[in-house]
Every structure is written in structure tokens, then in C-alpha cells.
């Protein structure tokens, strides 16, 4: 079956850096989009930004332009979502996302999910 693992969470300081690793396994992801979205506590899971499989095409979440990038690589079967500039705010759970077709900010469009990973900014 699908499956989505990502890794690389931790905690860091204000304006500290991660970069976050999803492990895709199960079926072939060609025609798959990928994403990342993130869960704050108390808060409803939000999209932060998505690539094509099979091109270059990416969407982003307007306030983490500049400071997020999200990357693949297709021979390994890995997303990645490197995050600098790190914010207080930015500390959630953040998730994997896998869908059908074209890069997509809708939450309810994606197929597949992985179980998160903690990510915490201190100040």
C-alpha cells in the first residue's frame, strides 16, 4: 500500500533551519502531485506548498514564500521541504501529502497522508 514517511522534525531557534524528508513508497508517484501542510495546535491542518512529479511546477503558501522550498527527488522517491528563517509560528506537526494529478492547495484533494512530524521554533 501507499505509503508516506516523513522525517527530519526537531526543535530550533528563531530563525534556525530544517529540511523535512517524505519517504514514498508503495505504487509509482508519476502522476502524482506532492505536498506539505502543517498542523498548529488548536489549529486546522494548512497548506504550505506543493510539487508536480513530473515537472517543475510548485505552489507555495503566501507566508512562507522566500523562506520554504519544497524539492524532489524522483529517482529515490523523496520530497523534501527545506525551511529556513524559521519562525515562532512556524511550529506545528507537518505532513505529507500525496494526489492524483496537478499541484493543489485543498487539503481534501489529497489522497494519501503520512503521520507528521514535530517541528518546534523558539524564540
Known amino acids: 500500500q501507499v505509503q508516506l514517511v516523513e522525517s527530519g522534525g526537531g526543535s530550533v531557534h528563531t530563525g534556525g533551519s530544517l529540511r523535512l524528508s517524505c519517504a514514498a513508497s508503495g505504487r509509482s508517484f508519476s502522476d502524482h502531485a506532492m505536498a506539505w501542510f502543517r498542523q498548529a495546535p488548536g489549529k486546522e491542518r494548512e497548506f504550505i506548498a506543493a510539487?508536480?512529479?513530473?515537472?517543475?511546477?510548485?505552489l507555495y503558501e503566501d507566508s512562507i514564500k522566500g523562506r520554504f522550498t519544497i524539492s524532489r527527488d524522483n529517482a529515490k522517491n523523496m520530497v523534501y521541504l527545506q525551511m529556513n528563517s524559521l519562525k515562532v509560528e512556524d511550529t506545528a506537526v507537518y505532513f505529507c501529502?500525496?494526489?492524483?494529478?496537478?499541484?493543489?492547495?485543498?487539503?481534501?484533494?489529497?489522497?494519501?497522508w503520512g503521520q507528521g512530524t514535530q517541528v518546534t521554533v523558539s524564540g
Open positions: 501529502a500525496a494526489r492524483f494529478g496537478r499541484p493543489e492547495s485543498i487539503r481534501a484533494s489529497y489522497w494519501y
Open positions: 510539487i508536480a512529479w513530473s515537472d517543475d511546477k510548485t
